[in-house]
């Protein structure tokens, strides 16, 4: 992001309830909202850090920049170091032109990390912008089974379905080039797994073993 305005932007359309015009015009109730919503507060918090990276560092645009800092990002999330890929995608982002595909893998691939660090309601609404934005299509598949993921992790039976039936939905749509039959099947026993799990962790930790887990580490 340039500016303040249109990190504010993403946010509001990352939470399409939210409206500044539906709050009463005062600045220390508009900071509470902000401070009590952990998933907001994360957001502007992670843009504080890049904001200052900015000032120290001034750039300008550049999808070249966007990708050495993705890899940077991978090579963390690999390392099980979420925190620095998150600062790493935090970058990717800044440099990324909003409308570019390298702007969707950014966040496409923070979400991976929110996942593993437990933010699921996070991840959930990077995977929602990234969808929104030019995350490629041959792709959209990877981001709906996280979505599920993360819907069943929150224990949002619902959702969780509904990210499952689009996540056949892209499926059913990739070609045999794309997606081979193995891999098809690959994923429908991770929805297998995940429909048949009733079982919800309430400590939050992550089972490493997991098919679902070792899949989306797999497909960052």
Not at 90 to 117: I, T, V
Request: hydrophobic residues 40%.
């Amino acid at each position: 992001m340039d500016s303040w305005q249109e990190i504010l932007r993403m946010v509001v359309r990352q939470n399409r309830t939210f409206s500044l015009y539906d709050r009463e015009r005062n600045e220390f109730k508009i900071m509470d909202y902000f401070v009590n919503n952990s998933v907001l507060k994360d957001q502007l918090v992670s843009w504080l850090l890049s904001f200052k990276h900015m000032q120290l560092f001034p750039f300008k645009k550049s999808n070249d920049k966007s990708q050495e800092y993705r890899r940077k990002g991978n090579s963390d999330f690999q390392a099980k170091n979420y925190q620095c890929c998150l600062e790493a995608y935090g970058l990717s982002l800044q440099y990324a032109s909003w409308d570019s595909e390298d702007f969707a893998l950014a966040l496409a691939n923070r979400s991976a990390a929110l996942f593993y660090m437990g933010k699921y309601k996070a991840c959930i609404q990077d995977i929602e912008l990234a969808l929104e934005c030019n995350y490629p299509a041959a792709m959209m598949y990877k981001l709906y089974l996280r979505a599920a993921q993360c819907y069943s992790k929150l224990q949002k039976k619902i959702e969780m379905n509904e990210a499952v039936v689009k996540l056949r939905e892209c499926i059913s749509k990739q070609s045999s080039d794309s997606l081979t039959s193995s891999k098809i099947a690959d994923i429908e026993k991770q929805i297998e797994f995940l429909t048949a799990s009733t079982v919800i962790d309430m400590t939050g930790k992550k089972d490493a073993t997991s098919p679902v887990n070792a899949f989306l580490k797999d497909n960052t």
